[in-house]
């Protein structure tokens, strides 16, 4: 069962941009593609990205294309979520999420492994 940790949540400004990670443990990084996932106070979890196994294909929530990349390092069993261009509306708690599948997923619900989350909050 592979464990994961988000970190690089913190503060930015208006317009700035942040580099999120998540770290995997105790299993096979290889075998499981990736998602990102973000939840703003009182509102529904949302989708924010997705990588499969190989790292080959990525989807992105449409209104953050261009301005979020993720990616995977399988050798150091890490995703990354870079943001760029941040906006208020970005402030969110950010979850790392993995399922045991080539394929990657935008449905929350399809990934049984969970990080804490990470908190980023932009303001000006």
């Known amino acids: 069962q592979v464990q994961l940790v988000e970190s690089g949540g913190g503060w930015v400004q208006t317009g700035g941009s942040r580099r999120l990670s998540c770290a995997a443990s105790?299993?096979?990084?290889?075998?499981?593609?990736m998602g990102w996932f973000r939840q703003a106070p009182g509102q529904e979890g949302e989708f924010v990205a997705t990588i499969n196994r190989s790292g080959g294909t990525t989807y992105y929530a449409y209104s953050l294309k261009g301005r979020f990349t993720i990616s995977r390092d399988n050798a150091k069993n890490t995703v990354v979520l870079q943001m760029n261009s941040l906006k208020p509306e970005d402030t969110a708690v950010y979850y790392c999420?993995?399922?045991?599948?080539?394929?990657?997923?935008?449905?929350?619900?399809?990934?049984?492994?969970w990080g804490q989350g990470t908190q980023v909050t932009v303001s000006s």
């Open positions: 105790g299993g096979t990084f290889s075998s499981y593609s």
């Open positions: 999420a993995a399922r045991p599948e080539f394929y990657s997923s935008t449905v929350y619900v399809s990934y049984p492994y």
